[in-house]
Every structure is written in C-alpha cells, then in structure tokens.
C-alpha cells in the first residue's frame, strides 16, 4: 500500500471513530432525555444498545486479528446502525421525538452509513 493511500485510509477511519464516538454521546443523551422526560424505557433501551455498539464495534475492528475479522466488525456496526435508523423512525412516529430531533440524529447516522458501507467496499476489494 503506497504513502498517499495510507493516508486516505487512516483519515476515513479516524473521522469514522470520531463520528461514531459523537453519535454515541448524542445516544446517551438521547437516552437519558428519553427515560426522564419522557419516561419511555424500553425503546430508549433498544436504541442505546444499538446506537453505541457502532463506535464500540469500529473500535474493535481497528485491531482485528485479520482483514475478515476486520470488515465483519465493520458490517456489524453497519448492521447496529441501520437498526439505529430504524428506532430512531419508531421514536418520531410513536411521539417520543420531535421532527427536528429525528433529522439531526437520522442525518449523523446515515452518514456513518455511508460512510461504513465505502470502508467495507474499500477493504473487500483490497482483499481480493
């Protein structure tokens, strides 16, 4: 791997911790909004599972044992944040947030989507 791709590649996976590390805050911020204010406790647990394993499992991938156990890591936090997504869409519909909220976390974590799916794509096709 060349000098300039090294660089790429450490830059991607360093705003991915960073992004996945603020999202998980915003998370927990969420969940503490949501068990006080709100009082909802099930879902608010659902979605503090999910929306903290992301970073927990980009953290973990970065010292995989191998390039497999590497991307599985990543398509694992790719899986906990589409699940995200998904409670976040339960909370708005159910009451539990409000549009603004919803957009502003929806939008963080669709990023982290995308932003996973390339890693993934990146690093299958360099294991080919």
Do not use: H, P
Not at 109 to 118: A, D, N, R
Request: with cysteine; charged share 30%; glycine share 4%.
């Amino acid at each position: 791997m060349k000098n300039e791709e090294l660089k790429i590649k450490f830059m991607k996976e360093s705003i991915l911790k960073v992004k996945s590390y603020n999202f998980a805050i915003r998370i927990v911020k969420l969940y503490q909004f949501l068990t006080k204010e709100k009082k909802e406790f099930v879902l608010s647990k659902q979605i503090l599972k999910s929306g903290t394993a992301i970073g927990a499992l980009i953290r973990e991938a970065e010292f995989g044992q191998s390039k497999a156990d590497f991307i599985n890591k990543m398509n694992i936090a790719l899986k906990e944040a589409n699940e995200t997504i998904y409670w976040l869409e339960i909370l708005k519909e159910g009451g539990y947030i409000n549009n603004m909220m919803f957009k502003s976390l929806n939008s963080d974590c669709e990023e982290l989507v995308k932003i996973l799916v390339s890693s993934v794509k990146t690093s299958k096709r360099k294991q080919e």
